[in-house]
């Protein structure tokens, strides 16, 4: 049977699904629904520096007749009295001794820093995060991502709190950065325990095309807003994996955010490092029950596997990722179609056609709608089974070597690589390309 | 003693007494779908490359666009999109037999997936802009010719709409009070509404000025000579006739009448139509399913659908059978009418012969004479051709089937004044049928009065 019990840089929870620091968190009478419900710990919506909220506050992504496959707010930290925050805190660790209770933190000066860490710690918070994630209204008064941008800021309020804090201390990171690695660093480098990543991405989620005002609107304007939701997930995944990654991170334990709504997500993630995972879109859009489809998916994940702990599996993703340069050249894969399953939309074939390498053909017979693949010009992209609506339908068959493994890296080496912009070792030389004027003609 | 096949059956449906039972019996078989029903279905089309369901639409409607621009909140557009294709575009979403059409068409039924719901779709984004008068169309700058176009029907109608946009004068002459054809008069209430169909046509009309003179039947040569002085062309949408004489003793007692004209009476009259408690209809077609599907809908008790050949042999869809089966109506098959029954000058029954196919050939079982024993027969054995008019427009020739003979292309007849499409041409067949014919016999007619001008050019490979 498996054990999902954690212990994240010396915070204890029953199991790794966790609330990120959210409006589901907004409450104690909240986080108490949730740990009833399965939930093993949760981040307290982040308290600190006094703010008051704007109508309307959220905005979603909806693809076709998927609602929120991406979610964006501007809503701020808790509106709340830090008073109100501080005694709920103390309730809810009196009922639910076991479950994580974190607390997320925002305020400006070192001296409040170390008066709200009392205060947090004294209430019996089991640990700390640091927001410098929030991209929206925050960081116009110089927090939130205003300090996850600037590496040696941040490191010095992680130094400042690390002095003061006696619970674990976890520093959640913002995405609106070319590297993430620099935040992480200087996480590190200032002393915290842990890293959770990523917090919300800067964006405009739409614009209503009668008042040219962008969602969510503020009395006909609006603010670019934090993204998350289903949408962000391999944007946070990549990240995740490059702290993972990094020789002087990765013993650093790492909460994962970013899109969590299935138990395959959370399993993603612990593959690429995560040592607990945070939800808030997901619990927004459905509600504090679907942790029980995460928990039933995780553990017969782990008990088909022999996995006994989360610790048996996290990071095995991370060898499998490498630099481009050490990919295998000779591998080749080759679509190929099922012809009984095949039910004759042709997407793959326009797809190719349009949008990839002209491999695929269709038959001048009106009545036979299945495409055939030419092998000879296909790349081997996937872009067919990609746009293919039936399930495994079309399938990347691999071929057989045609010469032992080699990468760019060891090509470099051997100098056998094209140099000039003509040159005859270009990969897609020799490739099959209609005529332009073909395209045309018919 | 030849012995009789009834038996004591409840009836499905309960006679209707009002408007609203009778709407309630005759419930849409395709009602008008909401906002969310329509973003949902909408969001499953695949959007197929060279889309297998516009190539069995008859009027090749670009179903995928249309579908696409509902999605994303351009009803007006895709309803654009559909009278692009087809001036009956509200119609043919209800009362096409999509599941052989467009939605048999659709590739996910291959996944053994729902198809769309492409009809009901069409008729959503069709119906807002009716209902809204979006003005969608303008008539041509006048090039000076005038056309005339016999009947109001699917044909006549989307003909007089394209010559309208071309610049012509139209005027469309219909023998009865209202326009619309078969589509009202020979269509199962439970598929459109009267005021489904006649509003569409008043949409068009509002914006196409074609003009429609009604309670004018053209029946004479001297009324044809007057039209071919008048107008520089001719439309013929004249459809098919009558239902046919059976030539069966006692096929003139009262309580037997044709299929055709059942329906008309019924959709006029609705809960008011006398229907009787038990109802023999003869035929395997698509109108002898409606006839029976609408009898037992009215309360009868009893209603047969009789057929002299086998059941696999019926001309019938089999979904409109299941329906007809599903208000309770009984299949009879392999019986060949012998007589109808009379007592008192009303119909008292039907003798019928069994009958054994073989080969597609039809012998009479000796000695197998059974009774049906019943208060009215339905005749849904096919409709007379109008064979006296359309002897009466000289040069215009007729096939085996008594149709009229046209280049499959301009829809022009051996008589080159004359154009026709629509049932006199195919035969009978159905509304989407008659819409495209008419669209292409407009421009056919425009090609022929202008083809000094330009090349002739269709709107569809």
């Known amino acids: 049977m498996a054990d999902l019990s954690i212990n994240f840089a010396g915070i204890k929870a029953p199991n790794p699904f966790w609330l990120a620091s959210a409006p589901p968190t907004n409450s104690g009478y909240q986080i108490m629904k949730a740990f009833d419900a399965g939930w093993g710990g949760a981040v307290w919506k982040t308290m600190g520096v006094p703010i008051i909220n704007v109508s309307s506050r959220y905005g979603g992504l909806n693809y076709r007749d998927t609602r929120m496959s991406g979610f964006n707010n501007i809503e701020l930290i808790s509106d709340r009295t830090l008073a109100d925050n501080l005694k709920e805190i103390e309730e809810v660790k009196k009922y639910f001794p076991h479950h994580a209770v974190i607390a997320s933190l925002m305020v400006e000066s070192r001296k409040e820093w170390e008066q709200i860490i009392r205060d947090v710690e004294n209430a019996g918070a089991d640990g700390i995060e640091l927001n410098f994630g929030c991209p929206h209204g925050m960081c116009e008064r110089g927090m939130g991502s205003a300090v996850g941008q600037e590496p040696e800021v941040l490191e010095t309020i992680v130094g400042w709190v690390m002095a003061a804090a006696k619970v674990p201390v976890i520093t959640k990171l913002t995405p609106n950065i070319s590297n993430i690695e620099d935040p992480g660093l200087a996480a590190v480098k200032g002393g915290t325990n842990a890293i959770s990543l990523i917090n919300t991405i800067k964006s405009i989620m739409g614009i209503d095309l009668d008042t040219f005002a962008p969602y969510p609107t503020v009395d006909g304007k609006g603010t670019n807003g934090g993204y998350c939701g289903p949408a962000v997930k391999p944007i946070a995944m990549n990240m995740v994996r490059q702290l993972a990654q990094h020789p002087d991170i990765s013993g650093t334990p790492i909460s994962g955010i970013g899109g969590i709504e299935t138990w395959r997500d959370v399993v993603e993630y612990i593959l690429l490092g995560a040592t607990s995972v945070q939800v808030c879109t997901a619990a927004m859009h459905y509600g504090f029950g679907i942790v029980r489809e995460m928990d039933k998916g995780l553990r017969r994940f782990m008990d088909e596997r022999g996995f006994e702990t989360i610790y048996d599996f996290a990071g095995k993703a991370l060898p499998n990722i490498v630099e481009w340069k050490e990919l295998n050249m000779s591998y080749k894969v080759v679509a190929s179609i099922n012809p009984a399953k095949c039910i004759g939309c042709q997407l793959c074939y326009i797809a190719c056609e349009d949008g990839a390498h002209q491999a695929i053909s269709v038959s001048s017979d009106p009545a036979n709608r299945i495409p055939s693949i030419i092998e000879e010009n296909c790349v081997g992209c996937n872009l067919c089974s990609l746009v293919c609506p039936v399930e495994a339908c079309i399938t990347m068959e691999k071929q057989p070597a045609k010469v032992a493994p080699v990468t760019w890296e060891q090509l470099t080496e051997t100098g056998n690589i094209p140099t000039t912009f003509n040159d005859p070792r270009a990969g897609g030389n020799g490739h099959y390309v209609p005529e332009p004027a073909a395209a045309i003609k018919r | ?461």
């Not at chain 2, 069995?56 to 654009?80: M, R, S, V, Y």
């Not at chain 2, 005027?171 to 199962?188: H, K, N, Q, W």
């Open chain 2, 1 to 461: 003693m030849v012995k009789s096949l009834n038996s004591d059956l409840m009836a499905e449906y309960k006679r209707p007494q009002s408007e609203e039972e009778f709407q309630q019996n005759f419930k849409q078989k395709k009602p008008l779908m909401n906002q969310t029903e329509a973003f949902v279905e909408s969001a499953r089309c695949l959007f197929c490359y060279d889309a297998p369901c516009v190539k069995a639409c008859p009027t090749h409607i670009d179903i995928p666009l249309f579908i696409k621009q509902i999605h994303t909140g351009n009803t007006i557009g895709a309803a654009e999109t559909i009278y692009d294709s087809n001036w009956m575009g509200n119609a043919c979403g209800k009362v096409c037999p999509t599941q052989v059409l467009c939605e048999g068409a659709c590739v996910h039924n291959h996944a053994h997936v729902k198809p769309i719901e492409i009809g009901r779709l069409q008729n959503f984004a069709t119906r807002q802009v009716i209902d809204q008068e979006k003005s969608l169309f303008h008539k041509g700058a006048s090039n000076g010719k005038k056309v005339a176009v016999i009947g109001a029907g699917p044909a006549g109608i989307s003909c007089a709409c394209e010559l309208s946009v071309l610049g012509y004068e139209v005027t469309v002459f219909e023998a009865l009070e209202r326009p619309s054809g078969l589509t009202v008069y020979g269509t199962a209430p439970y598929k459109i509404t009267n005021e489904e169909a006649l509003s569409e046509i008043d949409y068009l009309q509002q914006q196409l000025g074609f003009k429609v003179q009604y309670n004018s039947a053209i029946t004479t040569r001297e009324q044809l000579q007057s039209l071919e002085n008048q107008y520089d062309a001719i439309f013929l949408g004249v459809g098919i006739g009558p239902t046919a004489s059976l030539n069966v003793k006692g096929e003139d007692v009262k309580g037997v009448t044709g299929a055709v004209e059942f329906i008309r009476e019924l959709r006029f009259k609705k809960h008011n139509m006398p229907v009787p408690r038990r109802v023999v209809v003869l035929g395997g077609g698509n109108t002898a399913m409606d006839a029976a599907s609408e009898s037992a809908r009215m309360g009868a008790e009893q209603v047969f659908l009789a057929y002299r050949r086998s059941k696999e042999e019926m001309g019938g869809y089999s979904f409109e059978y299941d329906l007809a089966l599903s208000a309770g109506v009984q299949g009879v098959f392999n019986a060949s009418l012998r007589e109808i029954l009379e007592q008192d000058g009303y119909v008292a029954g039907v003798e019928f012969v069994k009958t054994v196919s073989q080969n597609g050939r039809l012998t009479e079982v000796p000695d197998s004479e059974f009774v049906i024993e019943c208060d009215l027969v339905i005749k849904a054995t096919g409709q007379a051709k109008m064979v006296d008019f359309l002897s009466l427009i000289p040069g215009l020739t007729l096939d085996s089937s008594r149709r009229i003979k046209v280049n499959t292309q301009t829809y022009q007849t051996e008589n080159p004044r004359y154009f026709a499409g629509g049932d006199a041409v195919n035969g009978g067949a159905e509304v989407v049928n008659g819409a495209y014919e008419g669209k292409m016999a407009a421009q056919g007619i425009h090609h022929s009065l202008t083809s000094h001008l330009s090349p002739l050019t269709s709107n569809h490979g």
